[in-house]
């Protein structure tokens, strides 16, 4: 199924986000601002801007040479880690599309959504908290015909997967797809989602304009990297305005509040009911925030000091309509067909 644009354009006219993916915003922030502070995550892990773009480019080389081709499919399982965002612009990188699993998936869930999704490589952390990833890749992998590839993103021990290396070095392979021909799959209740980057670029700058977010404050996000919200306000966002962003995840209280506060302030994206706990606590009133950035739910807005942007993230809609459910599969795997 092809992807549904978020955002219909009258017969004829151009695309304004057409040229616009995470490879050119990724290669156009080390341009404008290589050392400005880029990402940090829970474990400790940071880079600037052209240090990221360095770590993708590499990865995108390794990629290749490990026999990818362009317009297949790299499924990345993962939380909110440095690691995940670097693969995804990798993919955009070397022409391939990606699926983003969620971290709680287990192995007969991913060899669905790979199915879904057509998947030929795999690649996820060795330990995400108390989940091993990568062990659910290994045993996903022995029900999916069409993966060939299991790699490890990350430190720790994988046998049997190959190692993509952050801290390589080498120049980008040459661009094999546009911008627009590389897709993002999304998981959904056992369904996939398809879509393309200029969805959430569309959405990054809808959101940097009701946020009123700037380089000067960073994001801090405790949603995961495999869905709309957290891709809209957490890369993308960070990407399209230049500032630092920090992903905490899994979620522990007491390093999400230190984080929160080194932080400060800061445009927080987080679960409604999160956020709605903490300006009970009276943080607003200390500064700590610059917006929030709310997904879980319809409800309305609860009540927030005037000066800081509340932005319902659900609002912002998704990759529209382009939803499909995954093939049933020799494995009785759980795919009831086509979901409209």
């Known amino acids: 199924m092809e ?5 219909p354009f009258a017969a004829g006219a151009r695309d304004p986000f057409a040229s616009f993916d995470l490879d050119s915003l990724a290669s156009g922030a080390a341009r404008l601002r290589p050392g400005r502070p880029a990402l940090t995550d ?20 390794q990629l290749v040479e490990l026999g990818l081709n362009a317009g297949e499919c790299l499924l990345i399982a993962g939380g909110a880690r440095l690691s995940g965002i ?92 546009s911008a627009r021909e590389c897709q993002i799959f999304l998981h959904s209740g056992g369904g996939v989602i398809a879509g393309g980057q200029q969805a959430l670029v569309a959405a990054g700058l809808e959101l940097l304009s009701r946020a009123r977010i700037g380089m000067r404050d960073p994001i801090f996000s405790a949603l ?45 994206a ?31 807005l609860f009540a927030a000091p005037a000066n800081i942007p509340v932005i319902d993230l659900d609002g912002l809609g998704g990759f529209a309509t382009a939803r499909r459910a995954p093939p049933t599969s020799p494995a009785n795997l759980s795919g009831t067909g086509a979901e409209t």
């Open 86 to 177: 670097a693969a995804m612009i990798a993919c955009a990188r070397a022409g391939l599309d990606m699926a983003l699993a969620p971290p709680h998936l287990d192995p007969k869930e991913l060899a669905a959504f790979a199915a879904g999704t057509g998947a030929a490589a795999m690649a996820g952390e060795t330990r995400y908290g108390a989940l091993a990833p990568l062990d659910d890749l290994f045993a996903a992998a022995a029900l999916s015909p069409s993966v060939r590839l299991i790699c490890r993103l990350g430190e720790g021990e994988g046998d049997g997967a190959v190692e993509l290396d952050l801290q390589g070095s080498g120049p980008a392979p040459a661009r094999r797809r």
């Open 42 to 61: 829970s474990t400790g892990a940071r880079m600037n801007w052209s240090e990221l773009d360095a770590a993708a480019s590499a990865l995108a080389g």
């Open 270 to 300: 987080a679960p409604r009911a999160l956020a709605e706990a903490l300006c009970a606590d009276g943080r607003p009133a200390a500064a700590s925030f610059a917006s929030l950035m709310l997904t879980g739910g319809a409800r309305p």
């Open 3 to 7: 992807p549904v644009a978020l955002i």
């Open 224 to 268: 995961a990297l495999s869905g709309f919200a957290g891709l809209a306000a957490g890369p993308f966002a960070a990407l399209l305005a230049g500032c630092p962003l920090h992903l905490h995840g899994p979620f522990d209280a007491d390093g999400f509040i230190a984080g929160l506060d080194a932080c400060a302030p800061a445009h927080l």
